[in-house]
C-alpha cells in the first residue's frame, strides 16, 4: 500500500498528475469513520504488519488499495458500536468510500469490500443516531 509509495498516474493536456496510494487510503479512511456506527478503523494484520513492529500509525490504518490503470479497489476494516445493524454500516461505508473516492479523484472505484472485525462495547461506542 503506501509504504511502496505507489502513485495513480493520469495524464492532463498541462502534464501529468500523480495521485499517492496513501492519498486514496486516506480518503477513504476518513469516509468510512464519518459513516454512523463506525467506532474506528482496525488494523488488518495482513496489511498493517509494519505498524505492528513499531511504525508510526496513521489514519489510513486498515485500509489497503489497489490501483489497476483508472481502476481502484477499496479493502478496510472497522470495528462498528454495540447495538448498530452491521449489515446497514457496511453498506453505508460503502457507499461513503465509493463516493468520496470517485468525487476526490476522478478515478472509477471498482469494489469497496469492507471487513467488520469487531463490535466495540466501550464508551466511544455509542450508537449514534
Known sequence: MADAREYVSRPDELGTIHISEEV???????AA?????VV???P????????LLGKK????RGVHIAVNGDTVSVELSILVAYGCVIPEVAQAVQEAVLTAVDNTSGLHVECVNVNVAGVSFGKDAKKQG
Open 24 to 30: 486514496l487510503a486516506v480518503i477513504s479512511a476518513a
Open 33 to 37: 469513520l464519518e459513516v454512523e456506527g
Open 57 to 60: 500509525g496513521s489514519l489510513s
Open 44 to 51: 488488518n494484520l495482513g496489511n498493517d504488519l509494519a505498524e
Open 40 to 42: 474506528s478503523l482496525a
